[in-house]
């Protein structure tokens, strides 16, 4: 039986592996290439590492066979200076013996779906990177001072470890001039303002007639379009019209075609609908609370009982979250038999997305946590108090079929 | 290790607005744990149609921010009732909203004046979620709620940059001055390119000068300011043939070279061809070559680095040239970096 299985299967496709693919899913029967490196996970989330070679598993077990590198991509830490950029070459590295779990295979397991492009990762890495730029947890400030650029590779090297578990190798600024044209881009801008205008006019034609209620439609619409982005601000109202793929190593820096307007972007979704997007995200917290809460229990504390219990309170925190994202209940369904109405659904998915904000936020501070002396702890605490209560709050959020009532505004 | 301050936050913040009727409108803001309420809270007494508006102002303003912080409730209030087809006083609730909340610090008024003088903003926006705004903060004119820092509107086909520099006149009077770079792509690409091509260095810095205007200044100054500029793009190697500029000063009149830095670094920002700082960048130096990206030191050390110190806030860049930072003052440094800002002696732009 097992025999005419493997035969109907088509081949996997592993071309590009180590170059632009980093890891892919593997089925049971399938043959791994001898330079990669196979990760076998358990229905409980369990990794092993196993030679490379023809795979073979047991019901339930999930495969990725991955590259360690290394691997070139070129980032844009700012997102408004397109033409200059970073240079980062990363590996990832053998297994460490002295941890449970590897923190790639973690990443595997939870973020990665079938196939894990180097274009892709790339693109997440930047959002990541442009994220902690704009917040002031790494500083690349102009003129940059030798300091201040071996403060950020340290940095930089810790957050690349800590939150996906890849090693940095090398890390160079690069003139992108070759390969960006920001007079380019802004032309694009140009056009693309034009043709959101005449279609503006051509909508407000159309429309004329049926006056009722626009402006508050579009005010809700352009609400759930920036909700969406969640929380990103100036870089995310920046991320918008730059397009996300315009640096990848694919050597097509011209797609202004694929920017979307941004004037009418409301009903743009991304490639997941709400309902997917909500699944995923609550599965990443699932997986990765716990563990997130096991890498900060094992830290060095500096002394003094004021930050032991701050560390404890934490702790607790991200163990009660955690216990909340295990019990949440199913995103369509308001009580047993009674179902959600949409518009609820999309809020229900929308607060999710925030708590996953809050979820990336706690590994990058878990990174300048490791890198910190002790008189920064009592700050990166505060900010770790913050990054809670935004997670509770989302939670809390996406736990309620509707909104609390909110106060009168008299 | 970076700092990341958010210091000193107050709990009450004002913010100032004229109305359209000549009436002086305050709004006032104030922060108190969130405890499960609602996260802004807008109270107006006998209006409560421009109380749900200035609440949806508001939240719609707050995603262009990067910081996400669920823990506090703004209150916001008015003292007077706007009449409803008002709509100048949304800059002002806007900014109330950031200044209680530590996000923007406005700037004070004059420097020797010992209490900040509140905030004055008009202003209103169709796209407060794309940080859109046409208004004025404290005679300072912006079009996207980055410019209060002096970044680039990211969804312009125009790229504004502000750069701050210190102007010294006679102590009491000391203020940052600012400049303002515009660029936009030279529409007809083929020609110049092709023309230039073979004697790109000579023939392209003439056209370079020409493409470069500076209104409202004089003549030897438009002419500094245009060869400072096309010196600075000649070191950079891709500026060259590419871009129109306008030139802008927050004050016109002034004598020196000293803003030299600020007008090259808004330039290279403006380009997109430098790291971005999270504030302001405030700049002194000049340079009697700057095709080779060199910074010469400028007079006035003592009152600008007062003046600098006293102005500074949370996020910004700092960059002076070499020759100061063996005279700089004993804990010059420690105080930027407590007040969040960093420090850079220079003696040449560009990369480290």
Known sequence: ?410 | MTTLSISATPTNAECRSILADGRLLTITASRRPRANRADVKCTVLGAPAIAERMQEVVRLARHTEVRFDSRDQVVLSMDIVPATTDRDWELAAVLADRIVRGVFQPATAAPSASTPVAAQAQGSSDAWHLGRVNGIVNDLRISHLGALTGHADPSSSVSTVRAWFPLHSGGINDTLGWVEVSVFPIESDAAPIDQSANATHVAAGVIEEDTIAAPGLDLSAQQEVRLTLAGARHFDGKALGRWRSVVRFGQPRFQGGSYQLALVMADRLARGREFVPRGRIIATGCSSAWHAGRVDTVEGREPKLELILKQVNAGDRVLLPKAWQDELPPGFATELRQKGASLACIDRIGMI
């Open chain 1, 1 to 410: 039986m097992r025999f005419f299985n493997r035969r109907r299967k088509p081949a996997t496709d592993i071309s590009g592996l180590g170059v632009s693919l980093i890891a892919l899913r593997l089925d049971e029967g399938d043959v791994a290439p001898a330079q990669g490196t196979v990760v076998i996970f358990n229905a409980a989330g369990h990794a092993r590492r196993v030679a490379a070679g023809r795979v073979s598993c047991e019901q339930g077990e999930t495969v990725f066979c991955f590259h360690p590198g290394p691997y070139t991509v070129d980032l844009i830490p700012f997102a408004s200076a397109p033409e200059w950029g970073l240079r980062l070459r990363f590996v990832i590295d053998a297994a460490n013996p002295r941890v449970t779990q590897q923190r790639f295979d973690l990443f595997l397991y939870s973020e990665a779906a079938e196939r894990l492009e180097l274009a892709g990762f790339g693109a997440a890495v930047e959002a990541a990177l442009q994220m902690e730029l704009a917040q002031g947890a790494l500083d690349l400030p102009p003129c940059t001072s030798l300091e201040e650029w071996h403060a950020f590779r340290a940095g930089l090297n810790q957050l690349m470890y800590t939150r996906y578990g890849v090693v940095v190798d090398d890390c160079v600024p690069v003139d992108l001039g070759e390969q960006i044209d920001f007079a380019q881009i802004l032309k694009a801008r140009a056009q693309q303002a034009a043709e959101a205008e005449s279609l503006a006019d051509a909508d407000a034609a159309a429309t004329a007639t049926a006056t009722a209620a626009i402006p508050t439609a579009n005010a809700t619409a352009a609400a759930t379009f920036s909700a969406t982005a969640p929380r990103s601000a100036e870089p995310s109202a920046a991320v918008a019209p730059v397009p996300a793929d315009i640096h990848t190593l694919s050597g097509a820096p011209s797609a202004p075609s694929t920017v979307p307007p941004p004037g009418r972007s409301p009903s743009v979704r991304g490639p997941q609908s709400a309902a997917q997007q909500d699944a995923h995200a609550l599965r990443r917290l699932f997986i990765e609370l716990p563990a997130l809460s096991t890498e900060l229990r094992s830290l060095t504390l500096p002394n003094g009982l004021p930050i032991f219990q701050q560390h404890q309170a934490l702790l607790l925190r991200l163990g009660m979250a955690s216990l909340n994202v295990n019990t949440m209940p199913a995103l369509a369904w308001a009580a047993p038999e009674v179902p959600l109405e949409p518009q609820e659904q999309l809020r229900r998915s929308r607060d999710t997305l925030t708590a996953l904000a809050a979820l990336d936020e706690a590994w990058s501070l878990l990174a300048r946590l490791h890198l910190a002396s002790h008189q920064h702890w009592p700050m990166l605490l505060e900010e770790a108090d913050r990054i809670c209560a935004n997670l509770e709050t989302g939670l809390s959020l996406r736990r309620a079929p509707h909104v609390p009532r909110t106060e009168p505004s008299l």
